[in-house]
T-cell receptor, first 115, second 111 residues
Framework: EAQVTQNPRYLITVTGKKLTVTCSQN?????MSWYRQDPGLGLRQIYY???????DKGDVPEGYKVSRKEKRNFPLILESPSPNQTSLYFC??????????????FGPGTRLTVL | RKEVEQDPGPFNVPEGATVAFNCTYS??????FFWYRQDCRKEPKLLMS???SGNEDGRFTAQLNRASQYISLLIRDSKLSDSATYLCVVNKNTGFQKLVFGTGTRLLVSP
């Protein structure tokens, strides 16, 4: 089954404690993204990757890091989480062709609370 | 001004009703357009792409007006299962997807 998986699904942590949210896709997609979703603000892109070892900042990259060492995995790293990073996070992937029929597949989401 | 604007709703409609959602976008160079559906606390899923000529998928019809930078979604014969948030999404890039999401319009269909 084609899917994007994220772990953990729920996480409560404290300010400053480094954490990693993993993301993996089994569709051989080149393009992967991380988004955060906050009430009244919609989904905003944090980082994206167009292929292995190619990453770039999205609209809200501050406080986040990513890596793309393998095509299937795109972890999101919070080196020193702060309460304003409390949010619902989605990983997504698509083939990267950018056509009007290209579907972006989302993972199930990670609900992060930073105390 | 937000790049993609939607009425947040909620739209409360009875089963069987026809309901229309509108969306405007600010970047005239936007390349492609989509409607995504998001159930409460779940991931967004593609409902349909929006083509310049308008397109229909069963009870759902999407329209694009590039001149007015306006996208619409019409749902006919609403079902209880249509209750969700509908996200207007615009791809402002060529070559690869650079999606900009509206904040969504919430639909509640009641018996």
């Amino acid at each position: 089954e084609a899917q994007v998986t994220q772990n953990p699904r729920y996480l409560i942590t404290v300010t400053g404690k480094k954490l990693t949210v993993t993301c993996s896709q089994n569709m051989n997609h080149e393009y992967m993204s991380w988004y955060r979703q906050d009430p009244g603000l919609g989904l905003r892109q944090i980082y994206y990757s167009m292929n292995v070892e190619v990453t770039d900042k999205g609209d809200v990259p501050e406080g986040y890091k990513v890596s793309r060492k393998e095509k299937r995995n795109f972890p999101l790293i919070l080196e020193s989480p702060s309460p304003n990073q409390t949010s619902l996070y989605f990983c997504a992937s698509n083939s990267g062709q950018g056509s009007s029929t290209d579907t972006q597949y989302f993972g199930p989401g990670t609900r992060l609370t930073v105390l | 001004r937000k790049e993609v604007e939607q009425d947040p709703g909620p739209f409360n409609v009875p089963e069987g009703a026809t309901v229309a959602f509108n969306c405007t976008y600010s970047n005239s160079a936007s390349q492609s357009f989509f409607w995504y559906r998001q159930d409460c606390r779940k991931e967004p899923k593609l409902l349909m792409s929006v083509y310049s000529s308008g397109n229909e998928d069963g009870r759902f019809t999407a329209q694009l007006n590039r001149a007015s930078q306006y996208i619409s979604l019409l749902i006919r014969d609403s079902k209880l299962s249509d209750s969700a948030t509908y996200l207007c999404v615009v791809n402002k890039n060529t070559g690869f997807q650079k999606l900009v999401f509206g904040t969504g319009t919430r639909l509640l269909v009641s018996p």
